[in-house]
């Protein structure tokens, strides 16, 4: 496997104003069936990619295979990326307390929260407000549960990251030949596009109870608008990553994995949305609740002039 370059893209879809294309993007998108089979494929699949925060469903189920037993919302909270409203920080803080683990060990960076209301409240940086702050608090009660040590969590050859790596491996069906270091401070590890998406489909297929938590409080996950709470309030389980990364789950094992090169996620839930209605895993009103949650508008002067449209 080699990393991804221009000649492993794919046009996936393209905006349009007014009769006239405006923007392209291109990218790798992927949809497997509960088997690992790829059904579809458009550019490179087997080009490395770093999936970012898509990676969290698999970080939580291993905590989950740990032994870490969670109430819902602070499950949600350990593979979310969220936007650090009051609700969310209150479950990071719980699951700290759980634990009967400081925040101080939290190693992922001071941050200001994305939520402009809890932003506005604030007066200084602090890691429990960073996007990936309950991740971080899931590691913690997770190392603490098994007696490792906390002040090297995010170290790649302590216990918890290993299990990690292995849990990865086992998922998604490939070696892991590169890891990095991600925003939050915890190991990345490359993958294909078509091993997230095995990894996704085994992660709903195993992980019944978290999956089951992200659909009972989906505006956790990320915040009421993120595309992927539009997807977990239809049904889907679904998780977005930085830089343009971007997967779904169905109930029954298939997913789909996308990576758009220019780092944008605003073509993704189209491009979703038609992969799964091609192959009928998605019902005319699931699609049509999407759609009207994750709609490019192309306006002009106030009035829509154009739009999204997809190329697969």
Known sequence: MSTTTPSDLAPLAVLERDGL??????GIAVLVSPDGAVLEEHGNGKALIYPRSSLKPLQ????????????????????????????????????LAGAEVSRSYLGCPPALPWNP???????????LYHNCSGKHAGFLA??????????TYLSPSHPLQL???????????????????????????????IGLARGISGF??????????????????????TPDTAFLRAGFYSKLGAEGVFTVGTPTGFAVSIKIADGSL??????????????????????????????VEVLGGGVSVGGLKVLI
């Open 21 to 26: 294309a405006e923007s392209f993007h291109h």
């Open 60 to 95: 939580a189920l291993t905590l989950y295979r740990l032994g870490l037993r969670l109430p819902q919302e602070q499950a949600v909270l350990t593979m979310a990326s969220h936007h650090s409203t009051q609700d969310h920080i209150t479950q990071v803080e719980a699951i």
């Open 117 to 127: 209301a809890m932003k506005a409240k604030v007066t200084a940086p602090a890691a």
């Open 142 to 151: 997770a190392s603490a549960l098994m007696g490792w040590d906390l002040e």
């Open 163 to 193: 299990a990690i790596h292995a849990v990865i491996e086992e998922l998604s069906g490939e070696k892991i030949y590169k890891t990095a270091v991600d925003g939050c401070g915890a190991p990345l590890h490359a993958m294909s596009s």
């Open 204 to 225: 709903v297929l195993e992980a019944k109870e978290l999956v089951a938590a992200a659909l009972a409080h989906p505006s956790l996950i990320g915040d009421a608008t």
């Open 266 to 295: 605003r073509a993704a839930p189209a491009i979703a949305l038609a992969m799964l209605s091609k192959q009928g895993l998605a019902s005319a009103d699931q699609i049509a609740r999407i759609t009207s949650e994750t709609k």
